[in-house]
């Protein structure tokens, strides 16, 4: 519902505009936009990517060390980690915690929660949004949201734009996205009237998105606890 929101209002162009009627079904004016090569609303513009927040990265600390990472330290996610949570938008942790220790000998960056986190190589384009601070390695370029666009927009804005990163990725044994580079790729820059109205729609949707990854996961956990009690027979149904 989230995404079929943000496609009608910020791809098709068909938000409410001062009458509550879709802005571009209605005949609302559009404009030749000469950096982004396409038709806009008059009233909109392009930034960057750079603008929607501060994009941070990470990496590794060294695993020959073994006091650097912990069962219940500060989650460090992996884009394995995302490649195992595909389907679902939120992230508590990854395989593996860090320890302050860790953070310290990697001088890693801590990102607070609702933090979009984007892996930028093998591959580039998992998303998550992290439930509570974490850390990641350096196959990521994390965003950081500002106050200006909440994370249910970053995170859409960061989908749609994914064949534009991709396609500014480079490296010959694998493909990576620069924080440079990723800085400077430009997106379109709506009113700001019309995110916040996003978000007061989109952040009800995401909540209830998060509770019922939660419980998914509460029940699978359950689910594999009981499995094999019933197999070996310490656990009947009655």
Not at 6 to 33: A, L
Not at 193 to 209: D, M, T
Request: aromatic share 10%; with cysteine; hydrophobic share 35%.
């Amino acid at each position: 519902m989230a995404k079929t929101l943000y496609d009608y209002w910020f791809v098709q162009f068909d938000f409410p505009d001062e009458n509550g009627k879709p802005y571009k079904s209605s005949g609302g004016k559009m404009v030749w936009n000469e950096i982004l090569k396409r038709e806009i609303p008059i009233d909109w513009e392009f930034q960057t990517i750079e603008e929607l927040g501060t994009i941070t990265g990470g990496s590794t600390p060294s695993k020959a060390i073994e006091d650097n990472f912990s069962k219940n330290g500060i989650p460090w996610i992996t884009p394995k980690d995302l490649s195992q949570n595909i389907g679902n938008k939120f992230i508590t942790r990854g395989e593996f915690d860090v320890t302050k220790k860790g953070l310290k000998e990697a001088s890693l960056n801590i990102l607070p929660a609702n933090s979009v986190l984007m892996s930028s190589r093998a591959p580039i384009g998992y998303l998550a949004i992290n439930r509570f601070n974490c850390a990641t390695n350096q196959g990521f370029k994390s965003i950081v949201c500002n106050k200006e666009y909440p994370f249910e927009y970053v995170f859409y804005v960061l989908k749609h734009n994914m064949l534009s990163i991709e396609a500014n990725a480079s490296g010959s044994t694998f493909k990576e996205i620069s924080t440079a580079v990723l800085k400077r790729i430009k997106i379109l820059k709506p009113q700001k009237r019309l995110v916040n109205q996003f978000k007061n729609i989109a952040s009800v949707l995401f909540q209830q998105q998060n509770n019922l990854e939660q419980q998914n996961q509460q029940l699978s956990s359950l689910r594999d606890w009981l499995l094999p009690m019933l197999m070996n027979g310490q656990v009947k149904v009655e």
